[in-house]
Nanobody
Framework: QPQLVESGGGSVQAGGALRLSCTAS??????MAWFRQAPGKEREAVAA??????????MHVNAVRGRFTISEDNAKHTLSLQMNNLKPEDTAMYYC???????????????????WGQGTEVTVSS
């Protein structure tokens, strides 16, 4: 089971940017994702990337599409989340997740992911 370690969180003002990184101890999962959990709320999906095909394919939830971009660097065993034009509602703990298999039909279900990091906190002030 890979160890996932997130970094890059911090405090920014609305409109600012952050880049989160997730380093994996082993790069054996074809699915990787970012989730987030705001205080008092359920953990929710942010973006996922599938690297098991001829080229990586990514999806983002509507709330972040056009502002956030998920990407992966296979050589560095690193998953990234570039977050631009941050909003106060983006404030949350952000988690990296990984899994062996799955479909795009269940990627937003946190229970469909087997491996998790400890999270990195993002705070956006207005």
């Amino acid at each position: 089971q890979p160890q996932l370690v997130e970094s890059g969180g911090g405090s920014v003002q609305a409109g600012g940017a952050l880049r989160l990184s997730c380093t994996a101890s082993e790069w054996t999962r074809s699915w990787m994702a970012w989730f987030r959990q705001a205080p008092g709320k359920e953990r929710e999906a942010v973006a996922a990337i599938f690297t098991g095909g001829p080229s990586p394919f990514a999806m983002h939830v509507n709330a972040v599409r056009g502002r956030f971009t998920i990407s992966e660097d296979n050589a560095k065993h690193t998953l990234s989340l570039q977050m631009n034009n941050l909003k106060p509602e983006d404030t949350a703990m952000y988690y990296c997740a990984a899994r062996w298999g799955g479909t795009w039909g269940d990627w937003q279900d946190q229970h469909a992911w087997s491996d998790w990091g400890q999270g990195t906190e993002v705070t956006v002030s207005s």
